[in-house]
């Protein structure tokens, strides 16, 4: 499998991911040759109120068979009903992507993915991913895909399933949004509900990781020819309205941060991550009720005892000059509740002008404090990030130690001034109210 390194939309996803492309080292200098020749995408000016992009960083699997939701329920965090197959003149639901995890033995996180039934899309273009029997598209990291299919066929023993490897050239992963048409009070329920299930050629799911995040799209080769490259052909394959702007992954994995939502095994390191930490309770990727899978007992042990120290958070990056800029005083009191979480395109780019980004793992330690680390950085684009962090440390001047990809062959000390600035996501309080009901 070939893996492009521009197709990673930041700098430091760029180098973690190519340092393990299919678990292969490359030499390090290689590595950063590419990254300080510019090969990382360039920042937006704007992310698009309505638009829509290929994830070229996400891949697929194919999963067919009679035995294929047992095989499923039995190794992932998610409840997977059986998907009974109907005529598609017949078909009167409409298909829900969901939204799961994969956990190791001692309930280490291994792979976040997307599950879409697709035994029923009618599209003749999804008859490939299709069977007799239960039929399933996993999407996973593109990274990790290799992987993850080899952890399946670890267990597939007797089960009546087939797997196999989706090329990138069958079918691609998109994602589109629409600010205009989200409702501040809309859930989750009315939005799958007013989604059409199969719109126009391409499947659509809503992505109920967050209210409004938008659409999880598949949209096979045969439907993304050159045939369909103009803006006006690929929007109608879609089916998307054609105010709907082409957008970049960059553009994607901002929005993304905007609303606090980690993904990929560079955001959520495998075997690392713990399930709760990750937020994957609260972006619906676990169901508490369902019987046993692979890794359940810390995972439900960790929810009765209510116990959650760390978690994911939206980070805001500044320094003294862009405090000054915002609010007119570079002190360190109550001027910093100003600052708010947005993507500011001229920030973002003051930021990388003034030197590298911070590798993943860098420590986030109080400014006046005594070295001792509060959160850990998990990569960013731009003045956005995620950041693992202690709930109980959310007040004071923050800021990032560690080390920064420079051009030699070593990473060195982060020299630049990075702030930081936590936030909790406004969505956490209906989903928290969700999982402690459990």
Known sequence: MTYV??????LHTC?????????????????????????????????PPAGHARLTNRALISLTGRDASRFLQGLTTANIPPTSVAAPSTTASKPTAIYSAFLNA????????????????????FSPFQSQDESFL??????EQDRLFRWLKRYKLRSKVSLRVVNPEEC??????????????????????????????????????????????????????????????????????????HSTL??????????????????????????????????????FRKGCYVGQELVIRTQHTGVVRKRILPVLLYNNTILANRTGDTGSGNEKASLDLEYNASEARSMKQQGPEPLPGADI???????????????????LGLALWRLENMEGEFAIKGEALESGNTPEALTREVKV??????????????????
Request: glycine share 8%; proline share 7%.
């Open 15 to 47: 180098y973690r991911v190519s340092q393990q492309l299919g678990g292969v080292t490359l030499p390090t200098a290689f590595v950063r040759r590419h990254l300080s020749s510019g090969i990382v995408n360039d920042l937006p000016s704007a992310i």
């Open 106 to 125: 001692q309930g280490r996180l291994l792979y976040d993915v997307f599950i879409y039934p697709v035994t029923n899309i009618a599209q003749p273009e």
């Open 172 to 245: 691609g992963v998109w994602s589109s949004w629409d600010d205009a048409e989200s409702s501040p009070t809309a859930k989750e329920t009315d939005i799958a509900n007013k989604s059409d299930g199969y719109i126009r050629k391409a499947a659509n799911f809503p992505d109920l990781r967050a209210p409004e995040l938008g659409q999880r799209l598949l949209l096979p080769q045969t439907l993304d020819s050159p045939s369909n490259s103009s803006e006006a052909s690929r929007t109608a394959a879609l089916g998307l309205k054609n105010h709907s702007e």
């Open 250 to 287: 960059t553009q994607y994995t901002i929005r993304r941060y905007l609303y606090g939502v980690p993904e990929g095994q560079a955001e959520l390191p495998r075997e690392t991550a713990l399930l709760q930490e990750s937020c994957i309770d609260y972006m619906g990727g676990v169901d």
């Open 365 to 383: 330690v109080k400014v006046d404090g005594k070295g001792r680390r509060i959160a850990k950085w998990m990569g960013g684009v731009g003045n």
């Open 421 to 438: 600035k936590p936030f909790v996501p406004k969505w956490w309080n209906e989903r928290k109210r969700s999982t402690s009901s459990v």
């Open 5 to 10: 390194l521009n197709q990673y939309p930041t």
């Open 138 to 143: 996993i999407e996973v990291d593109a990274t």
